[in-house]
């Protein structure tokens, strides 16, 4: 079965760093582009970055570059998000999802969503 676990969601002062993890099991994720998408109260889903598995590359939504990093541990079949100097306009559902590509094709295999919330 294939499946996404999301975690390492919290309350966080504005500043402060948080580190997402996205979990997979039932596939390798090496094999699958990630993405990391937020959904704020009111607003629909956003893409917040994704990373390459063909050739490594990466995407950041111009609201989190050079705050958000995106990487991946293969060994622990994980892909994290290194979120940094976090904003209470980060506040969201943060979820992530694997495609074969990171622009143009569909996302799929949602996992259920980890809680960020940033607030003093």
């Known amino acids: 079965q294939v499946q996404l676990v999301e975690s390492g969601g919290g309350l966080v002062q504005p500043g402060g760093s948080l580190r997402l993890s996205c979990a997979a099991s039932?596939?390798?994720?090496?094999?699958?582009?990630i993405g990391w998408f937020r959904q704020a109260p009111g607003k629909e889903r956003e893409g917040v970055s994704c990373?390459?598995?063909?050739?490594?590359?990466?995407w950041y939504a111009d609201s989190v570059k050079g705050r958000f990093t995106i990487s991946r541990d293969n060994a622990k079949n994980t892909v994290y998000l290194q979120m940094n100097s976090l904003k209470p306009e980060d506040t969201a559902v943060y979820y992530c999802?694997?495609?074969?590509?990171?622009?143009?094709?569909?996302?799929?295999?949602w996992g259920q969503g980890t809680q960020v919330t940033v607030s003093s």
């Open positions: 999802a694997v495609s074969t590509g990171c622009s143009g094709r569909p996302f799929g295999s």
């Open positions: 039932g596939f390798t994720l090496d094999d699958d582009a």
């Open positions: 990373l390459s598995s063909s050739d490594g590359s990466t």
